[in-house]
Every structure is written in structure tokens, then in C-alpha cells.
């Protein structure tokens, strides 16, 4: 009897250990069934590490991609070029995150079918991007290093994330022996979505929705410069005095005296919940793309350091995807739709996939945006004529970045205010000298061409 049992309770025990793998196996195998089978170097999807099926396609059609073409990439230098971030190079050093992420919805892959269906077609992967948008900004930043971004805030899509320099893919540099001027340094960075920069004055319009935020009174104050002014034994200065200004004005002058006293009256909390409540700490997921996180630690900042922090110098640092986001924030009374690069997958000529619009929490109230939007108004009616665009109320906020000796990284970020083409943007030119003259050309070339792209649809 006692040998009987103790049979009994060993296969009670295997039988548990088999039952429980097969569970474990069932459970993973609808959980992660689709990353197996599309994991590079699965033989049913990929031949020496490219996609066997399907095609990517820019939003207006324009093939970017395709399993059918000898060399994969586009016809076009330029389209190659311009889109190399997106669909990655052959060595691998720039991944393709967004096919990496809808592999399995391009294919046609299906938990219950398996890979059967994949034989007979390929997919389609049809993108937010403009490839025509992608080119202009490519050829206005003119080998320069930054980045360029402009997208939709009502709806998400994102038509341009342009990061310069870049390379043909089918023709890459030897970098490896590079002739040694830089002209390719952090080529392999995708910086519209994973670099962080000095944001310098374009900061000023997240100082000034935290003090509108806390006194929508300041918007009818005064404020005055000598052109220079002392804290803690330190000095804030800007170019020139600009003498009495409205908070209007002191924006338009980006006036770093009125926005040291603005910035020193709100208090380092209020800036942190601030920079906080319009995300820039977070990160976004676009599509198999995780963006960097911005920067704002005042932990060991004295007087003169929160001033300069609130002028957007210091340590401060932000990421241009973010940004762009809180542009649409404030182009859209407070929230704006969270960012996406994949319109829909298409499989067999079934849609396995399509995008849908989320928005953002509530950065800034309707009333302070409001008040920013009018601002930014007046920024490019006073200042920036070289970006308005007939028509459609271009708002604006240029940056100079100081970074080192000599060294200045241009910003230049804003929106449309326009029913018709709800676009955010932002241009970033590393070595770009003064933000508005380098920058506001090429954003309005970029935006010229959304706004034609738009009006073919
Ligand atoms: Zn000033």
C-alpha cells in the first residue's frame, strides 16, 4: 500500500508539473505568439535580416519600403535620404523600430493560422509622414545638425520628424574613416525623438504659463529693463535695455531681466509642477518609438540659477517631440492629441490595424492658453515676419541656446492657429547661432509644404 501511494502521489506531482508548462505555454503563446514569429531572424518573415513581405508607404502613397524591390528602400536619393531614420539603415546601426513594431500586423500573422496567410500577399504599412515634407526639411536644414517636427494636434499624426544629418542608405558613409569634420557625428541618433537640448527662450512659454497659471493678473503688468540685472551677486543680462514693456512685449523681446523677476516670484515649485504638468519629464510610445525624457532640476539651484532656469538655460533640457506636443497644447485650449507615425496595416487586404486619436492630460487651462496663444501671436507679428504665412496665424517663440564658448543651439517652436491645418511644430539647429533668423526659414518652408500636402488630400 505505502509503495501504491507514494506511485500515486509522484505522477499526481508530474501530472501537475506537465499541466502547469502547458498552461505557462498557452498563456505566453497568446501573449507574445506575434513578437516569435516576427522577432528578426524568424526564417518566415525575413531572409538575411529583411522583411520578405510588404511594403511602407508615406501618407500619400509614396513607397518607402518594399519586399519587392531588389533593394528594399525607395527609387529616390532624396526619399532615402529623408526618411532614413524611419525605416533604418542595412547595418542595423539605425533600427527600424516601427516595422520591428507592426511586423506581425503586416504579415498577416494570426494566433490561430499561424503564418499560412503570409505566403500568399504582403502588407501595407501606410504612414503619417510626408516623404515630400521629410525632403523639404531635409534640404532647409542643409546638412546642419538638429531636428525638425511638425504635427497634427487634433488628430496625432505626426506628417514630419526629420533628424539631420542623414545618409542614402544604400550608399552609407564610411565612418569609420571619416575625413574627420564631424559632419556625421550622432548620425545614427534619431534626435527629433531621442535627443535633448538647451531649450533656451522657447522655456519662457512654460515660465509664463506657470505665473499666468498662478496670477492671470501678470498679464497686465509692466515690466522693465536696464539691460541688465543682479541676482545673488550675479548677473542676468540681455542684448540691449528694453525699457518698459508689457508682458506681451517682454515676450516678443524675450526679455531675460522681465523673465528672471517673473521666474523669481513664482518660486522653484511652482516651475517644477509647471514643467511637470506639460510632460516634459515623460515619454511618449510613437509606434515602436520611446522619446527621452526632459530635464528640470532645480535641487541645487540658487537665485541666480532659477532665474536663468526659467529663461531655459541652466540645466534644463528638453526633447523636441515633447515640445511640439506642448505647442498643440497650447494651440488646443490646454490638451493635444498624443503623437503617432502608423496610420493603418494592411494584411491580405484585410485592416489589421488603425490609428486612433488619445489625447493628453490637460497641460494648461483654456484661459492661460488663450492668453499664449494671442502672445505667440503677436511674437511673429512684431518679430519673426520671415515665418508668417498668409492666412493661416502663424504663433511663434524663437531660442538661443548658449552651450558652450561660442556655441548656440537655435529653437524655434510653435503652431497654427487654424481650423484647417491644426499644426504644431518645432525646429532645432544645433550650431544654428540666433533661433528666429536660422530657424523661422526653415519652418516656414516645412509648414508650406504640410499645408500643400494637406490641401491633395
Ligand atoms: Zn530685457
Known amino acids: 500500500m505505502k509503495s501504491i501511494s507514494k506511485r500515486t502521489v509522484f505522477s499526481l506531482v508530474l501530472a501537475c508539473i506537465l499541466l502547469f508548462g502547458v498552461a505557462t505555454f498557452v498563456i505566453r503563446y497568446f501573449l507574445y505568439a506575434d513578437r516569435w514569429v516576427s522577432f528578426t531572424g524568424s526564417p518566415h518573415v525575413y531572409t538575411n535580416g529583411k522583411l520578405n513581405t510588404g511594403e511602407i508607404l508615406d501618407r500619400s502613397g509614396t513607397v518607402l519600403y518594399s519586399s519587392e524591390k531588389s533593394k528594399n528602400y525607395s527609387d529616390s536619393a532624396t526619399t532615402r535620404r529623408a526618411t532614413l531614420h524611419l525605416m533604418g539603415d542595412r547595418a542595423g546601426n539605425i533600427p527600424a523600430r516601427i516595422l520591428r513594431a507592426y511586423a506581425s500586423k503586416l504579415f498577416g500573422y494570426d494566433k490561430l493560422n499561424g503564418t499560412a496567410a503570409m505566403e500568399s500577399s504582403g502588407g501595407e504599412l501606410r504612414l503619417s509622414v510626408s516623404a515630400q515634407v521629410q525632403a523639404i526639411a531635409m534640404q532647409a536644414m542643409n546638412g546642419r545638425k538638429g531636428a525638425v517636427g511638425v504635427y497634427n494636434y487634433r488628430t496625432g499624426e505626426i506628417l514630419c520628424a526629420l533628424s539631420s544629418p542623414t545618409f542614402d542608405p544604400l550608399d552609407p558613409p564610411d565612418l569609420e574613416h571619416d575625413n574627420g569634420d564631424g559632419r556625421y557625428d550622432g548620425v545614427y541618433v534619431y534626435r527629433f525623438f531621442h535627443a535633448t537640448y538647451t531649450p533656451g527662450s522657447i522655456f519662457k512659454l512654460t515660465t509664463l504659463a506657470a505665473a499666468l497659471e498662478e496670477n492671470p493678473e501678470l498679464a ?177 517663440k524663437s531660442g538661443t541656446a548658449e552651450v558652450g564658448e561660442d556655441e548656440n543651439t537655435a529653437t524655434f517652436a510653435g503652431f497654427l492657429d487654424s481650423d484647417e491645418y491644426p499644426l504644431a511644430f518645432i525646429v532645432v539647429v544645433e550650431k544654428g547661432g540666433a533661433g528666429s533668423s536660422t530657424c523661422a526659414p526653415i519652418a516656414r518652408a516645412v509648414l508650406e509644404g504640410c499645408i500643400n500636402v494637406m490641401d491633395g488630400e
Not at 514643467?275 to 510613437?286: F, H, N, P, Q, V
Not at 485650449?333 to 489625447?359: D, F, I
Open 220 to 396: 497686465n503688468e509692466t515690466f522693465s529693463c536696464e539691460g541688465k540685472l543682479t541676482i545673488n551677486g550675479e548677473q542676468i543680462t540681455c542684448p540691449h535695455p528694453h525699457g518698459r514693456q508689457s508682458l506681451s512685449e517682454a515676450l516678443s523681446n524675450s526679455c531675460n531681466c522681465a523673465f528672471a523677476q517673473i521666474t523669481l516670484r513664482l518660486g522653484k515649485q511652482k516651475l517644477l509642477a509647471q514643467a511637470d504638468a506639460i510632460g516634459l519629464y515623460r515619454s511618449y510610445e510613437i509606434d515602436g518609438i520611446t522619446t527621452s525624457r526632459g530635464h528640470l532640476d532645480l535641487s541645487d539651484a540658487n537665485e541666480n540659477d532659477l532665474a536663468w532656469a526659467g529663461i531655459g538655460q541652466y540645466t534644463d533640457l528638453v526633447n523636441p517631440c515633447q515640445y511640439m506636443v506642448y505647442m498643440g497644447a497650447i494651440a488646443n485650449n490646454g490638451k493635444a492629441a498624443e503623437p503617432w507615425l502608423v496610420s493603418s496595416a494592411q494584411s491580405a487586404g484585410r485592416e489589421t490595424y488603425r490609428a486612433s486619436t488619445s489625447m493628453t492630460a490637460q497641460m494648461l487651462t483654456k484661459q492661460t492658453a488663450a492668453a499664449l496663444r494671442e502672445m505667440m501671436r503677436m511674437n511673429v507679428k512684431r518679430m519673426y515676419g520671415a515665418v508668417d504665412i498668409p492666412g493661416v496665424n502663424v504663433c511663434a
